[in-house]
Antibody, heavy 119, light 107 residues
Framework: QVQLQESGPGLVKPSQTLSLTCTVS??????????WSWIRQPAGKGLEWIGR???????NYNASLSGRVTMSVDTSKNQFSLTLTSVTAADTAVYYC???????????WGQGTLVTVSS | EIVLTQSPGTLSLSPGERATLSCRAS???????LVWYQQKPGQAPRFLIY???RRAAGIPDRFSGSGSGTDFTLTISRLEPEDFAVYYC?????????FGQGTKLEI
């Protein structure tokens, strides 16, 4: 059974960089054509896709966040990561990592991690 | 850019009743890429329906999806207490994932 677990600081100061890692177990991050995404959800609000990456490192990002988002994959650790620069309070949210067995959807989700942007 | 509008915002029903949730796209979309998720408080979303009308593994058959073009529907035939949650539709297009704003299904 595939499992995903987010990790990273729960508190980030404004203007600084948010960094999160998703550790994948129960399957290889580099096998198949799986897509690996980050999705976030501010408290009481809906879901926003941030970006996705494939095992070969190819990535796509949400244009609304372009220039601030970078994703990477570490196949040796079976992990993928998110970096979001110049954060503001608007970036406060629960951040989920996901796996898509087909590029069009997200079959598996991590439990989510709350990141608060505050001084 | 495609916008997905879900209605109603909140749906109040009782266990045993039938629930009909709508997802309308601002332009015609590919049914193969229309997806539904269920989210309960404090939990991650759960993958329910893909390609508009196919149930994901382990999803009870009281959940069904339908639609094409711009109008899609998630139907829960007989509500169980555990079905009360928020439901999101999502579409994939041009390497992007777009979510509707959600419908809250409450008792």
């Amino acid at each position: 059974q595939v499992q995903l677990q987010e990790s990273g600081p729960g508190l980030v100061k404004p203007s600084q960089t948010l960094s999160l890692t998703c550790t994948v177990s129960g399957g290889s991050i580099s096998s198949g054509t799986y897509s690996w995404s980050w999705i976030r959800q501010p408290a009481g609000k809906g879901l926003e896709w941030i970006g996705r990456i494939f095992g070969n490192g190819a990535a796509n990002y949400n244009a609304s966040l372009s220039g601030r988002v970078t994703m990477s994959v570490d196949t040796s650790k079976n992990q993928f990561s998110l970096t979001l620069t110049s954060v503001t309070a608007a970036d406060t949210a629960v951040y989920y990592c996901t796996r898509g067995d087909n590029s069009a959807w997200h079959n598996y989700w991590g439990q989510g991690t709350l990141v608060t942007v505050s001084s | 850019e495609i916008v997905l509008t879900q209605s109603p915002g909140t749906l109040s029903l009782s266990p045993g009743e039938r629930a009909t949730l709508s997802c309308r796209a601002s332009q015609r979309v590919t049914s193969s890429y229309l997806v539904w998720y269920q989210q309960k408080p404090g939990q991650a979303p759960r993958f329910l329906i893909y390609s508009a009308d196919r149930r994901a593994a382990g999803i009870p058959d009281r959940f069904s999806g339908s639609g094409s073009g711009t109008d899609f529907t998630l139907t829960i035939s007989r509500l169980e207490p555990e079905d009360f949650a928020v439901y999101y539709c999502q579409h994939y297009d041009d390497s992007r994932y777009i979510f509707g704003q959600g419908t809250k299904l409450e008792i």
